[in-house]
């Protein structure tokens, strides 16, 4: 049974950082690409980051470019989502998701995605 479980999440005033963990059990992380989504209230979910079965590419949605890092510790078969500079429209749930790979790509489309953690609350005050 796959699992997928954040934590980190909180609440951080603007200009703040926070770390996101993804531990996953029931699968191999150098067999799927991982990535993070977020959903804003009102909003549909989206993707923000990821990083491809071989750990050779990462990809980011721009709005986190240069301020947003994901990575990965196999050998603690956990992702981890850096994020800096925190600004109040990063306000979201952040879910952590995993996808049978295409290649090297990176996916980006949510239902590329077959595996999903629960999510977690990431609020950022102004």
């Known amino acids: 049974q796959v699992q997928l479980v954040e934590s980190g999440g909180g609440l951080v005033q603007a200009g703040g950082s926070l770390r996101l963990s993804c531990a996953a059990s029931?699968?191999?992380?150098?067999?799927?690409?991982m990535a993070w989504f977020r959903q804003a209230p009102g909003n549909e979910r989206v993707f923000v980051a990821g990083i491809n079965w071989s750990a050779s590419r990462t990809e980011y949605t721009d709005s986190v470019k240069g301020r947003f890092t994901v990575s990965r510790d196999d050998a603690k078969n956990t992702v981890f989502l850096q994020m800096n500079s925190l600004e109040a429209e990063d306000t979201a749930v952040y879910y952590c998701a995993a996808a049978v790979p295409s290649l090297a790509r990176v996916q980006k489309t949510r239902d590329e995605y077959v595996y999903w953690g629960q999510g977690k609350q990431v609020t950022v005050s102004s």
């Open positions: 029931g699968l191999t992380l150098t067999s799927y690409t």
